[in-house]
């Protein structure tokens, strides 16, 4: 009632003269108002007795307004004329309506519940409209659905509001693979698109995307959870929010999934869709255990999925390239996603779509950025000897000064070591947190020398490549180590490796043990509602990306 009070003028909530007029006759319908927010706005839309600005919605008069009159009463009773608004229910219902919807749509329910004059008002369509393009985008589709009978208010209510906490970026539990889903509002439907890399080795070729399930009010005025998988066309689905920052996805027509040729006609189809050729065109027999294994793993989770909520990273200014998603190459698995993300003096590549060896929420790229390595000639590049001197000189260094400052744990290097494999996800934030903060005194940044002019790139001899239209002049290389680990994510270890920066959407990484290379290009699709809120949430999601899959 404080805010009834504020808005009637009176004073405190007690004396507001609503609670003094003697024929309450919507008092019970009111007090209904404490139920939660989607039932709220509707029991305010069902007492609707009036249009927006555009019908005319009445001036309120001392019985039905918070208490306010046209015209103003002194103390002695007599009266002065027309004076200025003495409080938000003296403006006219125009103005009214223009100030209340710039109110978010989950305040209006407290706001219809002062008088009945400001639950006429918040009933507007206008309101509602503006509410839904401003908090999801929506534009010119609301006129489309106004005309198919729903209004703006029913769509916000039923659909937009109740389903705000899956919009974004999550990451599908498909054991190691993992995955890239994008829930948006798209025209007049809330989708969940899946996102999958280009058919190898095509790494500069644009994403694919697939909807696995959408979210609409077109057959009646209730939201309508309908699954995508499948060939045989939308059908019935469920959704469910498991918890915070998660949740789960249920089929309830699974035939629509089968194929009349059974397994095969769908592992043909889906591996044309996976891979964009046959079986009979894939020579390498361990690529072909790799297929099969994934598609059987996968196909288990065809009418059941949980998600779980996932970041890009924050932009600093003093980033090496601007932080994201980027798909690479990883040999016989194929493309797969991963995200690039900087801290302190360190760049990080972590795995978005995974396979056996190493899953997804790992971390396969570890670049020191504080370890520039300067390339030789052409001549020399193309010599593998030449490359390992220069990798396995960087990690002598690493190794000899790790030694040295073993001792001394007091250090803030010496403590962030290993800080997510060892301390709780807090501690992990809270120390990154400390560390970074003190990364970002005032001093030279790396963005400043990002602008070093570009020199020729070739491949050492030896050294393999999915794709061989990798650009031949580079900005920077520094020295890193990558992960990799036997089947079933077994004797994991970091090697070391060499990070090229092409320019600000390629990068690659020549693994130096396994004598490889993988090209990563960045992800150019607009992903909505995908950006942290702060660099603390962000680093606390990468530890529990890890714990995920560990």
């Known amino acids: 009632m404080a805010v009834c009070a504020r808005l009637c003028g009176v004073g405190q909530s007690r004396r507001c003269r609503r609670r003094q007029r003697p024929n309450q006759q919507d008092q019970s319908s009111d007090s209904d108002m404490d139920e939660e927010e989607e039932e709220r706005i509707e029991g305010r839309r069902q007492s609707y007795v009036g249009g927006g600005p555009e019908s005319g919605v009445p001036t309120a008069g001392p019985s039905d307004s918070c208490g306010s009159s046209s015209s103003h009463v002194n103390r002695r009773g007599t009266s002065t004329g027309p004076p200025h608004p003495q409080s938000l229910a003296d403006l006219p219902p125009e103005l009214l309506v223009e100030i209340l919807s710039m109110l978010p749509g989950t305040a209006l329910p407290n706001v219809a519940l002062v008088c009945k004059k400001f639950k006429q008002i918040i009933n507007t369509e206008t309101i509602w409209r503006r509410r839904c393009m401003e908090e999801f985008g929506m534009k010119d589709d609301l006129r489309k659905m106004e005309v198919g009978g729903v209004s703006s208010y029913d769509l916000y209510v039923k659909l937009l509001h109740p389903y705000r906490h899956i919009l974004g970026l999550w990451q ?90 059974g397994r095969q006609e769908e592992f043909r189809t889906w591996l044309e869709e996976e891979w964009g050729r046959t079986l009979e065109e894939i020579f390498h027999e361990h690529m072909q255990e790799l297929i099969l294994m994934k598609f059987i793993y996968t196909s288990q989770y065809d009418n059941c999925l949980t998600y779980r909520r996932i970041y890009l990273p924050p932009a600093m200014p003093s980033d090496l390239l601007c932080p994201g998603l980027f798909k690479g190459t990883y040999g016989s698995h194929g493309l797969e996603i991963v995200m690039l993300s900087f801290h302190e003096n360190s760049a990080r590549a972590t795995k978005i ?11 396969t790229l570890d670049v020191d950025l504080s370890r520039p390595v300067v390339l030789p000639d052409l001549e020399q590049q193309r010599n593998i000897e030449e490359l390992s001197r220069l990798v396995l000189g960087m990690r002598e260094e690493v190794q000899r000064e790790a030694t ?147």
């Open 172 to 261: 599908p539990d498909i054991g190691p693979y993992g995955g890239l889903l994008n829930v948006v509002v798209d025209g007049l439907f809330i989708i969940g698109w899946m996102y999958l890399p280009p058919h190898d080795p095509r790494v500069e070729d644009p994403m694919r995307r697939r909807p696995l399930f959408r979210i609409h009010m077109w057959e009646s005025k209730k939201a309508t959870v309908e699954c995508m998988y499948g060939h045989k066309g939308p059908h019935k689905g469920d959704i469910q929010t498991v918890k915070k920052d998660e949740f789960s996805t249920k089929c309830n027509q699974t035939d629509h999934h089968r194929m009349p040729g």
């Open 404 to 550: 040295q400052s073993k001792g001394n744990s007091a250090t803030v290097k010496g403590a962030a070591v290993g800080a997510c494999g060892v301390a709780s996800d807090t501690e992990c934030v809270e120390m990154e947190h400390d560390a970074r903060a003190d990364s970002c005194q005032p001093g030279p940044s790396r963005a400043a020398t990002n602008h070093h002019e570009a020199q020729p790139f070739v491949l050492p001899m030896g050294v393999t490549a999915r794709n061989e239209m990798y650009p031949r002049t580079c900005r920077r290389c520094f020295y890193g180590t990558g992960l990799i680990a036997g089947h079933g994510f077994t004797s994991p270890e970091r090697t070391p490796g060499l990070f090229v920066l092409f320019d600000q959407d390629h990068f690659g990484f020549i693994w130096l043990d396994l004598k490889s290379f993988s090209l990563y290009s960045r992800l150019t699709d607009h992903l909505a509602h995908a950006h942290a809120p702060n660099m603390e949430q962000f680093e606390a999601m990468l530890c529990n990306m890890q714990s995920w899959t560990s």
């Open 353 to 363: 779509t995974g396979d056996p060896n190493v899953p997804a929420g790992q971390l």
